[in-house]
């Protein structure tokens, strides 16, 4: 049936379910002997386009609206949708005063844009594996990753993706060999999980000739 369809359709965009989120003071007080097969961060979302406009600036935004979203809960901001958006216009400004522009930055002006303006400490990991990833969010550090958008095969895209991307990576499941993220390139994005090897192949941070001869990097956030 039409209704049928269209619940399917939907389950598409959302993806693979995601492990149970936990909770960060849990995953920090946590000191496990084995890492878990499965981890999840809690971590409230917001899109890029916040109020679903994703005219410019908030077409380019992904950069600015992964960090906000780290930011906002290591620094216990609880920014409304509105204080987010306001947040995310201010990083724009933020970066054309000091980059002179923001449509694709870098993994180590990302970095800059993070200790600079939220005073958190990052450590920037080139060709960082799947055992990175799963030691990194056992810490209770959360990720920010640059990809060759187009390679993340997202349904939620339009015109097959971004030429560059960024997102949050906050969770795992090794039974699965999937990455849970926060994907603020959709309405969707919440919980959004890929596999690992997707994200392997579509790892790279902004290169100016070829995306995909990037760089493949990504940034550890300190709470």
């Known amino acids: 049936t039409f209704f049928g369809y269209r619940a399917w359709q939907a389950k598409q965009m959302q993806g693979p379910d995601a492990p149970v989120a936990q909770d ?3 995953v920090l007080q946590e000191t496990p002997v084995a890492l878990p097969s499965t981890l999840n961060i809690d971590l409230p979302f917001y899109s890029q ?23 906002n809960l290591y620094l216990e901001k609880n920014w409304s949708r509105e204080e987010f958006n306001d947040e995310l216009l201010r990083l724009v400004d933020w970066e054309m005063q000091t980059y002179g522009a923001y449509e694709h930055t870098t ?4 970095a800059q844009m993070i200790e600079t303006n939220y005073g958190l400490n990052t450590l920037v990991h ?14 209770g550090h959360l990720i920010v990753a640059p990809f060759a958008g187009k390679l993340l095969n997202n ?9 560059y991307h960024m997102l949050v990576i906050k969770g795992y499941d090794v ?3 999937q990455v849970v993220t926060h994907d603020v390139g959709t309405r969707n994005g919440a919980d959004y999980v890929y596999t690992w090897d997707v994200i392997n192949l579509a790892l790279h941070d902004w290169n100016d000739q070829d995306i995909t001869q990037g760089t493949p990097r990504w940034i550890e956030i300190y709470p």
């Open 175 to 177: 039974t699965q060999n």
């Open 24 to 26: 960060l003071a849990t």
């Open 49 to 71: 386009a916040p109020f679903s406009n994703w005219d410019y600036p908030w077409q380019e935004a992904c950069e600015e609206a992964s960090i906000a979203l780290v930011a």
């Open 107 to 110: 993994v180590e002006q990302t």
């Open 155 to 163: 349904p939620n895209f339009k015109n097959g993706g971004p030429n």
């Open 126 to 139: 080139d060709n960082p594996t799947y055992a990175d990833l799963q030691s990194i969010l056992n810490s």
